[in-house]
């Protein structure tokens, strides 16, 4: 079986050791050594100034709204996974959507600007499969209506732009470490800021507010993470650079195989640093989408419909006109990629892909 991504596990005994160190010291959450070795680490390789580990790449975003008093609409886009809209829903924001570029999946910053009313307070922009979002047109946007930024940077581990991590863009930026990112703590996330007032406020939300044992800041939430979690990070952080490399070269094998379909996948911006983190692949119709989805489904492999459907559509929303969103989101597919996928398995799924399509095109 091929799944559309698949975990990668540093080798046990290495984990292990640091199971025996937590199990020494008995100290299993709240702020331990780990968890504090993990930030200071994670801080330097992505070259950031505020960073917090939290349990989850939801929560992230849910603190991130609540530690700079985001309310009334948010700008955001229609594109992403469903926790970039849930957890606006949630905080008791309102979504709007402004509809995608066709080129690289990120919201537009143009139509921004046309969604943008007296309520309007922040933008939540997603950097989608990693792919950075337009960061200076919508630096600009912000300031001038004096509006917040947050990144939903969940796959943009390790992306640079213009030399300098995407990250350090926005008044926050939040990423996932879910199991199946390239970077992960098992289940984990974190909040990045530049701002000191905004990361002093961070660093008590996430902890319910405490101020010592018996006083409390204010308002927090319990966003922290585990000794357990962090010991995973340690183990997988020395070895990113090796896993973007992999799939660096499997994203070459398929932009190979595939060359002679002309399929559109994500563009990147000039001067960027990627990490390979998606392959997606863009079809002429669902149709065939689906007839490809079909069939390799029925030898066990399985792509995801990363982003489907969109989050314009969703129930709990007022709908958007995002019809480029809308488009794409029913034609496009995330092929199998993680450290370890073969040559051999990428042709296979790249010769079913062209025969599919050889076949369900008129003669």
């Given at each position: 079986m091929i799944n559309v991504t698949k975990a990668f596990l540093p080798p046990l005994a290495e984990y292990v050791k640091h199971l025996e160190g937590i199990w020494e010291r008995c100290h299993l959450t709240n702020h331990g050594p780990l968890v504090n070795e993990l930030e200071v680490k994670l801080?330097?390789?992505?070259?950031?100034?505020?960073?917090?580990?939290?349990?989850?790449?939801?929560?992230?975003?849910?603190?991130?709204?609540?530690?700079?008093?985001?309310?009334?609409?948010?700008?955001?886009?229609p594109f992403s996974y469903v926790a970039t809209t849930s957890s606006i829903v949630w905080e008791n924001a309102t979504p709007v959507f402004a509809d995608i570029d066709p080129i690289t999946f990120t919201i537009d910053p143009s139509r921004i600007e046309a969604a943008i009313t007296p309520a309007t307070t922040a933008i939540l922009a997603t950097h989608v499969f990693g792919i950075p979002c337009n960061v200076e047109a919508i630096e600009k946007i912000a300031q001038k209506h004096k509006l917040k930024v947050i990144y939903d940077a969940a796959h943009?581990?390790?992306?640079?732009?213009?030399?300098?991590?995407?990250?350090?863009?926005?008044?926050?930026?939040?990423?996932?470490?879910?199991?199946?990112?390239?970077?992960?703590?098992?289940?984990?996330?974190?909040?990045?800021?530049?701002?000191?007032?905004?990361?002093?406020?961070?660093?008590?939300?996430?902890?319910?507010?405490?101020?010592?044992?018996?006083?409390?800041w204010g308002l927090g939430v319990n966003g922290k993470n585990s000794e357990f979690h962090a010991a995973m990070g340690l183990c997988m952080l020395p070895r990113v650079n090796e896993i973007i490399e992999a799939r660096r070269q499997a994203h070459k094998i398929y932009s190979t195989c595939l060359d002679v379909l002309k399929l559109q996948t994500g563009k990147q911006l000039?001067?960027?640093?990627?990490?390979?983190?998606?392959?997606?692949?863009?079809?002429?119709?669902?149709?065939?989408?689906?007839?490809?989805?079909?069939?390799?489904?029925?030898?066990?492999?399985?792509?995801?419909?990363?982003?489907?459907?969109?989050?314009?559509?969703l129930n709990y929303v007022a709908p958007g006109n995002t019809p480029i969103a809308n488009?794409?989101?029913?034609?496009?597919?995330?092929?199998?990629?993680?450290?370890?996928?073969?040559?051999?398995?990428?042709?296979?799924?790249c010769d079913i892909i062209k025969n599919i399509i050889k076949y369900s095109k008129p003669a």
């Open positions: 801080q330097k390789y992505l070259g950031v100034k505020h960073f917090f580990f939290v349990n989850n790449g939801t929560i992230a975003l849910q603190i991130a709204i609540k530690a700079l008093n985001v309310t009334g609409e948010v700008i955001t886009t943009a581990f390790g992306v640079k732009y213009k030399g300098k991590s995407i990250l350090n863009y926005g008044n926050v930026s939040t990423l996932s470490f879910h199991a199946t990112k390239l970077f992960h703590t098992v289940e984990g996330g974190a909040i990045i800021t530049d701002d000191d007032d905004l990361a002093h406020r961070i660093g008590y939300m996430r902890n319910f507010g405490h101020k010592g044992q018996e006083e409390f000039p001067d960027v640093e990627w990490n390979f983190s998606y392959y997606p692949i863009v079809f002429d119709s669902e149709r065939t989408l689906m007839a490809v989805r079909d069939a390799l489904n029925a030898l066990y492999i399985y792509p995801r419909r990363y982003f489907f459907p969109s989050l314009s559509t488009d794409i989101s029913c034609r496009i597919l995330c092929l199998p990629l993680y450290f370890d996928l073969s040559e051999e398995d990428i042709t296979r799924i």
